[in-house]
């Protein structure tokens, strides 16, 4: 962090102080020889007020200006500590709000070079003498007037880095509400049919219970799977909603080493196609999946927006991707058993924004590999890309959120989510989640 005196960096007061004794010093030299002590407190008096030269460039520049004219009033002519002047019409042209104040100062420097050349004692014409020393005040004025430039050039840019900013980070926490209400949706439909479930399968326990005491303990015991895994997603859903956003924009979005999403952590996307530089460029916001109901990538279909895929329906998902271009390999490893609806949609979806992904920048005719592991307490999901596609004739249309998604719908599940460029090219997304608990363990952990 930069040290600061009164507002002002270190740096500058030292500076400034150094130019203010250098003329300091020249007058004092001059004093005994040229004007005597009359001169020589003109020129402290330039030297201690360069030191606002910064702050207040145009009051500095006129109480400059009135001492370098009491001496062409006492006829002391151009001293050494006239150094001033021209440090004077450098900081006002550089420093001054409006380059108009600079104008006049350069003005009245060109007056004070005649009255300056005139009183200069020489062999030569008097405008010789104007000739030099315009020459030199000119030169320190343009000079001034690009460094003043170049400057305000810089403060535009940084001033339009900021802006770009905090337009992208508010970009990024309206993808993330977004996201979740998109999810929070989902899960409600999710528990909704859990609920339409238990009426029906407790509707027909109680007609059944004399009739048939086995099939309606059967009924019974679904209401209770039913109802315990609806609680569950609605444990979720109102996690979803209560979750503050992520502190800032590198929840998915900036660019890394590789993008790991935690629990409570935020993501960074990896180098290459994360950064979005270049082609095949990778971004957090608009790079995702097309969602339900939403464009999708040519030649895949789009869905309904209320429909829930499952993930009996990723082979259909992988064919419409091959369709598309992509050469898809699928494997399914472990005990693949009964898993929650609203799992089953993470995965698909998740399954959907890779592929996208993998589609719109590893190209066409990229090799995609999905894995999907089963395994006793967790599903774990990899999607690899070679990135050896071409490029597609049509740009994909934009229409999500990327990794933003992908981690929105990973934290529901208090899952991780890992995805960056591989060392042999391409790119990987890995999704780990973890499985609800069952009931035995549930009764244990009460």
């Not at 001492?67 to 151009?78: D, E, I, K």
């Not at 900013?165 to 979740?180: H, I, K, Q, S």
């Not at 999810?183 to 049919?193: F, Q, S, T, Y």
């Not at 950064?275 to 608009?286: F, N």
């Amino acid at each position: 962090m930069t040290r600061r005196i009164r507002g002002r960096p270190v740096r500058s007061v030292v500076f400034d102080v150094a130019v203010a004794g250098v003329v300091a010093l020249l007058a004092v030299a001059a004093a005994p020889t040229q004007g005597g002590w009359g001169a020589g407190a003109v020129g402290l008096a330039m030297a201690v007020v360069l030191v606002w030269r910064r702050v207040r460039p145009v009051a500095v520049t006129a109480v400059v200006a009135v001492l370098a004219f009491s001496q062409v009033v006492y006829g002391w002519g151009p001293l050494p500590y006239d150094l001033a002047v021209l440090v004077a019409l450098y900081s006002v042209v550089k420093y001054a709000d409006r380059l108009r104040d600079g104008i006049v100062a350069g003005i009245v420097a060109a007056v004070g070079v005649v009255l300056a050349a005139v009183q200069t004692p020489s062999q030569v014409a008097w405008y010789f003498s104007a000739i030099y020393y315009g020459l030199l005040t000119g030169a320190v004025w343009l000079v001034a007037l690009n460094v003043r430039t170049r400057r305000l050039y810089v403060l535009s840019l940084e001033e339009r880095a900021a802006t770009l900013e905090r337009e992208r980070e508010a970009e990024a926490r309206a993808a993330v509400a977004e996201e979740r209400t998109r999810i929070a949706r989902e899960l409600h439909d999710v528990v909704a049919h859990s609920m339409a479930v238990m009426i029906v399968q407790a509707d027909g326990a109680r007609f059944m219970i004399d009739q048939s005491p086995e099939t309606a303990r059967n009924a019974v015991r679904i209401v209770a799977d039913t109802g315990r895994q609806a609680l569950e997603d609605m444990r979720r859903l109102v996690g979803v909603l209560r979750e503050p956003d992520p502190a800032g924009p590198a929840a998915g979005v900036e660019a890394g080493s590789g993008a790991t999403v935690g629990p409570g952590a935020g993501a960074a996307t990896g180098a290459g196609r994360a950064s979005g530089a270049g082609a095949g460029g990778r971004v957090g916001g608009g790079d995702r999946a097309e969602s339900a109901g939403g464009p999708g990538p040519e030649g895949l279909a789009d869905e309904p927006a209320r429909r829930r895929p499952s993930v009996a329906e990723l082979p259909a998902l992988l064919d419409r991707f091959r369709a598309a271009g992509l050469r898809v390999r699928f494997a399914a490893t472990g005990t693949s058993g009964a898993l929650p609806q609203a799992l089953e949609l993470t995965v698909y979806r998740l399954v959907q924004e890779a592929l996208t992904n993998a589609l719109k920048h590893a190209g066409v005719g990229a090799t995609v590999e999905v894995t999907l592991a089963h395994g006793a307490d967790a599903v774990v999901l990899d999607v690899v890309d070679d990135g050896r596609g071409r490029p597609a004739v049509t740009p994909t249309p934009s229409g999500g959120h990327g990794l933003v998604g992908m981690r929105e719908r990973v934290s529901v599940y208090d899952g991780s989510l890992a995805a960056g460029p591989r060392l042999a090219g391409g790119w990987q997304v890995r999704a780990r989640l973890p499985l609800p608990s069952t009931p035995a363990t549930e009764v244990t952990t009460v």
